[in-house]
């Protein structure tokens, strides 16, 4: 099996696992919310759908389609980042999450360090006060330059054969 075929199936499993936790968890979620009011069920759906693509995507990676070698770096990429400031918050990965953080406005500067596996999305905006901090997922970064790496090599595998 190549370089490519290792990094890529690796990745696209990451994804397929995560997404579909990630569906998983959103509808047993809206199903406890569906008593308050179909209208909590909107945002709900909008994360289902992402991590619905996160999982579609990570099938196309394994397939390896162009269209999996083009959308899973970029899914990663989007989970990268991790920050709460004052009424925003944008946290969301797919399979695993290994992140230093730092807490921002204590006073002094208090370092976090989250590993998590299966899915997590945490999406907000609004005027409530929140905690602070930022954050990288590390496995993210490295999910994101290994499959760079891989869809470049793949491209020079392609253009000498």
Do not use: C
């Amino acid at each position: 099996m190549s370089q490519f075929n290792k990094t890529t199936r690796f990745f696209s499993v990451m994804l397929v696992a995560g997404g579909g936790v990630g569906v998983a968890m959103v509808m047993i979620l809206g199903l406890k919310l569906l008593p308050q009011g179909w209208l909590l069920l909107v945002p709900l759906a909008g994360l289902a759908a992402l991590f619905a693509w996160a999982a579609f995507t990570g099938i196309r990676l394994w397939q390896g389609t162009p269209y999996g070698r083009r959308w899973a770096p970029i899914l990663f990429a989007s989970q990268i980042p991790m920050f709460s400031l004052q009424g925003i918050r944008y946290q969301w990965f797919t399979g695993a999450e290994l992140s230093p953080t730092v807490q921002l406005g204590t006073g002094s500067v208090p370092l976090g360090l989250s590993v998590n596996l299966g899915a997590n999305g945490q999406f907000f905006f609004g005027d409530e006060a929140a905690e602070l901090f930022i954050g990288l997922n590390l496995f993210a970064v490295v999910a994101l330059v290994l499959l760079l790496r891989a869809n470049s090599s793949f491209k020079r595998r392609l253009a000498t054969h």
